[in-house]
């Protein structure tokens, strides 16, 4: 049984960081291009970040230029480097693979900006 184990989340002031992670069990992570999305609340789930298996990376515009994206594949886990971050970068925050697959959703950790 594969899973993805999301942590790091917080509060967090307007202007502050937080470095996310995401743990994967099982086969999977090799063989993914993995991702970072968030869900603010009363919104759609919506992608944030990617990183292929060779480190090439994509970013949604919203978060370019604040938010960096990495994997270290000897640990299987995959980070969410969170800089500038607004009130607007509250949401619960989740890794999949990319392109997303409905049965690897975690639980999520939440991100709250606010002063």
């Known amino acids: 049984q594969v899973q993805l184990v999301e942590s790091g989340g917080g509060l967090v002031q307007p202007g502050g960081s937080l470095r996310l992670s995401c743990a994967a069990s099982g086969s999977i992570f090799g063989s993914y291009t993995m991702g970072w999305y968030r869900q603010a609340p009363g919104k759609q789930r919506e992608y944030v970040a990617t990183?292929?298996?060779?480190?090439?990376?994509n970013y949604a515009d919203s978060v370019k230029g604040r938010f960096t994206i990495s994997r270290d594949n000897t640990k299987n886990t995959v980070y969410l480097q969170m800089n500038s971050l607004k009130p607007e970068d509250t949401a619960v925050y989740y890794c999949n693979v990319f392109p997303k697959q409905e049965r690897y959703w975690g639980k999520g950790t939440l991100v709250t900006v606010s002063s």
């Open positions: 990183i292929t298996r060779g480190l090439s990376t």
